[in-house]
């Protein structure tokens, strides 16, 4: 289940109000990442949604799946 972390949808907005990119995964919509560039606003959101799902396997808990089915 790990590779669906790739198939997660994200999105990087830049955020006025804290000055900073803000990184979302549409999957998991309570976590977010600020950062001064998109590009690391984008790999640390990622990272997060990776600890959680590898936190939720070994606790057995059921692991979202992704929006988009694989084409």
Do not use: H
């Amino acid at each position: 289940m790990m590779d669906c972390c790739y198939r997660y949808q994200y999105q990087v907005k830049y955020s006025a109000e804290d000055g900073e990119y803000v990184g979302l995964c549409v999957e998991f919509q309570s976590m977010s990442w600020l950062d001064v560039t998109s590009e690391r606003a984008f790999e640390r959101i990622q990272a997060v949604v990776r600890n959680v799902v590898s936190d939720m396997q070994a606790n057995g808990e059921a692991v979202p799946e992704p929006e988009l089915p694989v084409a």
